[in-house]
């Protein structure tokens, strides 16, 4: 598709998005004035005063990122906690489920030179009930921004979250009690239960939570606006580099917490037991709704809208009539139209049927949010890569030398690397690529994603080679072999660790921001829970590699991953490269005034237009 199917350049689909809290387009005088004596290419005026760029300048200068507001650093540590709690249980599940209670142990201690460890069940069982939990966990967003976007909103629908999340680390707690160990299967019934729970209260946050970090910015900043240096360097300040830069370190974040849960829980279930390396995240997941609380009146929020879904394919499907073909070539050709959404706005109809009661405006947002749903049906490949670390590579660190250190430590190369690498990304690399000219959109970063995931595997492919190579026992089964590990450092596991961290900065990051500054404002939760519904779809397809996860069919499973990577690179670049091209047209889309069905009917009931940027919930 090109851009002038949308019949707007960069500068006026940029001139026709209304400052905060206007509704009326910008050639009204209370929203934007021209300077004096200027024309439409000249400099343009905003209500306060703010500059906005005209066409040659969004072409031509150099772009920049606004100031973070204070709120989205209080989300973040709201996602830290979480994220601690998160990874801080989860990690030691694997040696919960698969090692066998050390002798003389009641909690699953070991101390310094013994191999922590419960119920005994085998790596296939850990992997398959960590890859289930991880399903669960990442199925639930769609739950929880259904109920966001119709019910609750985002604020209320996260605080209900956190209260059955903490009701589902209860449960795990209990399932580690030594008492409870010392009964196998009566500890796998109720660790199951709680992980249901869990995952369940998991699912409500993530969907909400990323897109109210973002709105804190973006509600106060829509457009793009021009200032100058201290250097004289004029540049323009782009709210979309903005909500990028807060996504980073929303992610960093997100790894400060899962480094420090995940060290401080493999150590406690080392030393103590598993039951304490459960209630620290369980204490440390009750800020939470404490820094919630206390900033409730502080959040710009939005209220629920009613689910806009059931409008957004129907409108799909009305756009569908008659381009149906019994040949699935020609039905996707006829998807990919040029006029695919364009018939199919409100004022092309001759007749309007009585259910479309949104304006073109929103037409080409739903547009703008199929286009993301359809980059990240990609994404599932991409996720095979990374879920690698939380089963598979931890069970490849018990076959080396760890030289003290727990073979589930290891994989906290993952969250240092990406503490260390987002401001080095975020301050000298993407920088330096906008000095030189180039424009590392996103779907350049998620091609690259893909590229590093790749490499990734690979390292891990060639490493698991030289494991069976050089294992004492010389069978291809180092996980049972009783000579000890291979001759090899542990450490050596940085290579495919620093490149999956690399590929989350490329990929996993662009994804949030992607659904964020794709979807239509009243389909943020549900579109940011469709992207996290791919790692969802990635774990169901790992469960038909839990055959493949175990000696001595490891290299297959390395190897195929990197080879489905590679190829869904490729595919995924082949598909979307024009999209790539209009990165900056689909940002700039003028913004519809429908707001969703609950909003609507009350602006109807007052008649007056819905303004709900900075509504409270």
């Known amino acids: 598709m090109t851009s002038g199917q949308y019949q707007l350049d960069l500068a006026e689909a940029a001139k026709v998005t209304a400052p905060l809290g206007h509704t009326t387009m910008m050639n009204e005088e209370k929203n934007v004035e021209f300077a004096e004596g200027s024309t439409s290419g000249e400099s343009l005026r905003g209500p306060n005063g703010e500059e906005y760029p005209t066409e040659e300048e969004i072409k031509s200068l150099r772009r920049v990122c606004g100031t973070v507001p204070w709120s989205s650093y209080t989300v973040a540590f709201v996602e830290l906690c979480e994220r601690f709690s998160y990874y801080g249980t989860t990690v030691v599940f694997v040696n919960f489920i698969q090692q066998p209670l050390p002798p003389g142990s009641t909690t699953g201690s070991a101390g310094t030179d013994g191999q922590a460890g419960a119920l005994g069940m085998g790596q296939r069982a850990s992997t398959g009930l960590t890859t289930f939990n991880s399903m669960w966990a990442y199925f639930c967003p769609l739950i929880g921004a259904f109920v966001a976007d119709q019910y609750l909103g985002r604020f209320k629908t996260i605080q209900i979250s956190i209260a059955i999340a903490i009701v589902g680390h209860i449960i795990l707690i209990v399932a580690t009690l030594p008492s409870v160990i010392a009964h196998p299967h009566s500890a796998i019934g109720a660790f199951s239960v709680g992980l249901v729970i869990f995952g369940l209260g998991v699912g409500g946050f993530k969907p909400n939570v990323s897109p109210l970090i973002a709105e804190q910015y973006e509600l106060a900043h829509p457009r793009q606006t021009v200032k100058n240096l201290k250097s004289g360097e004029r540049v323009i300040v782009d709210p979309t580099m903005t909500v990028s830069r807060i996504f980073m370190y929303f992610y960093l974040m997100i790894n400060v917490g899962a480094l420090v849960g995940q060290i401080g829980m493999v150590y406690a279930e080392k030393y103590v037991g598993f039951w304490l390396s459960f209630t620290l995240p369980t204490v440390m997941f009750c800020f939470c709704p404490t820094v919630m609380f206390l900033m409730r009146n502080k959040y710009v929020r939005k209220p629920p809208t009613g689910s806009v879904l059931g409008k957004a394919l129907r ?303």
């Open 315 to 617: 409108l799909w499907g009305f756009a569908m009539r008659g381009r149906w073909s019994i040949n699935p070539i020609t039905t996707v050709r006829n998807l990919r139209a040029p006029d695919f959404w364009e018939n199919a706005k409100p004022s092309r109809q001759a007749v309007k049927p009585g259910w479309m009661t949104f304006d073109d405006a929103w037409v080409d947002e739903v547009r703008r949010g199929f286009k993301a749903c359809t980059v990240f049906l990609w994404y599932p490949v991409w996720w095979l890569s990374y879920n690698q670390m939380t089963n598979n590579l931890i069970s490849q660190a018990a076959t080396m030398e760890l030289h003290g250190a727990p073979n589930d430590i290891i994989n906290n190369i993952d969250p240092l690397a990406l503490i260390i690498f987002i401001p080095i990304c975020d301050q000298f690399i993407y920088p330096w690529l906008e000095r030189k000219g180039i424009r590392f959109t996103p779907i350049k970063k998620i091609g690259m994603g893909f590229v590093t995931g790749c490499a990734s595997m690979i390292a891990a492919c060639v490493l698991q080679y030289y494991i069976y190579k050089k294992s004492p026992c010389h069978d291809s089964h180092p996980s049972d072999c009783e000579d000890g590990p291979a001759p090899i450092n542990v450490w050596v596991q940085i290579i495919p660790y620093i490149l999956i961290a690399f590929s989350e900065i490329f990929a996993s990051i662009t994804g949030l921001e992607y659904a964020f500054t794709k979807a239509p404002k009243n389909m943020r939760s549900l579109v940011t829970s469709v992207f996290l519904f791919t790692s969802a779809i990635s774990y169901a397809i790992g469960e038909a590699f839990v055959s493949l996860s175990a000696d001595p069919l490891l290299i297959w499973n390395y190897g195929i991953i990197a080879v489905l990577a590679a190829g869904a690179g490729i595919l995924f670049w082949l598909s979307h490269y024009k999209l790539d091209k209009q990165e900056d047209m689909l940002n700039f889309l003028p913004e519809s005034s429908y707001k969703g069905r609950k909003l609507s009917i009350a602006a109807a009931a007052t008649d007056s237009p819905p303004d709900t940027a900075n509504e409270k919930v």
